[in-house]
């Protein structure tokens, strides 16, 4: 899959061309070379090196291989984080199957606007919702506004995150570890919280699924210099 080109994809997919490209960041970007090498990659698997993107992609590809086995699909989904990059991609991606989606943003509601509108011009269901949800405060509003305006959440994708300025780790704070941790993985128990609160057949709910989107730095570490966003993931 990693031979695939941005414009077969794109073809595939039916995203737009805006909601593959890489995205501004909100802190540094991690533009690392995801490499495999023939020696080390499983038989059959094409030796890739892609940057930027290639994460996006991959994982866009993945999810419509997924949905393509259920081409219909019901309820709402929670997307935190999803005014661009592979929140917005999976937003729209799901909303063409079926799914009503929320459209979580903490400080850009234009972006939000034109998900939701790209959403809704495709005859889809959107809402876009403003929440800070690294904060118990806000992971409560962000359900309360879905229970308002859309309905009892079905599913959750736990997708807000950050990348910060490289640093290495003599340079290191607590304030900026802390960030990182209650962003990146705070803000994913909260939400899990409030979802579970509601899909939970305990409480009344029929049950629902979660996904809390992870990273490749999981496995491969920071690199030197991100080792917070690495450890957080």
């Known amino acids: 899959r990693f031979g695939r080109t941005q414009r077969s ?3 595939d997919i039916g ?5 593959l490209a890489p995205p501004a960041p909100i802190c540094h970007r991690h533009q690392n070379t995801v490499e495999r090498s023939e020696k080390s990659a499983a038989p059959g698997t094409r030796r890739a090196q892609n940057t930027g993107n290639s994460l996006l992609i ?3 590809w993945e999810l419509n291989s997924t949905l393509r086995k259920s081409r219909t699909m019901t309820g709402i989904l929670v997307v935190t984080g999803a005014s661009r990059g592979i929140g917005a991609a999976t937003a729209v991606l799901c909303a063409k199957h079926g799914l009503a989606v929320a459209v979580n943003y ?3 509601p234009d972006r939000a606007a034109q998900v ?4 809704r011009e495709n005859g889809g269901t959107a809402e876009a919702i403003q929440a800070d949800v690294s904060t118990e405060a806000g992971a409560e509003a962000l359900f309360e506004q879905v229970d308002a305006k859309m309905g009892r ?3 959750l994708f736990n997708n807000a995150g950050i990348i910060q300025k490289n640093a290495l780790i003599a340079d290191y704070t ?3 570890v802390n960030e990182q941790l209650t962003i990146n993985v705070t803000s994913q128990f909260l939400c899990a919280r409030e979802a579970i609160l509601r899909m939970s057949t305990s409480t009344g709910g029929s049950g629902g699924a979660i ?3 992870s990273s490749a730095a999981a496995k491969l570490g920071g690199g030197g210099a991100l080792l917070a966003y690495a450890a957080s993931k």
């Open 174 to 176: 607590a304030d900026m």
């Open 15 to 19: 995203l737009p061309a805006h909601l």
């Open 116 to 119: 939701v509108a790209e959403i």
């Open 106 to 108: 903490k400080s850009s």
């Open 9 to 11: 994809l794109e073809e």
């Open 58 to 60: 991959v994982a866009i």
């Open 211 to 213: 996904v809390n989107m």
């Open 153 to 155: 959440v079905t599913a």
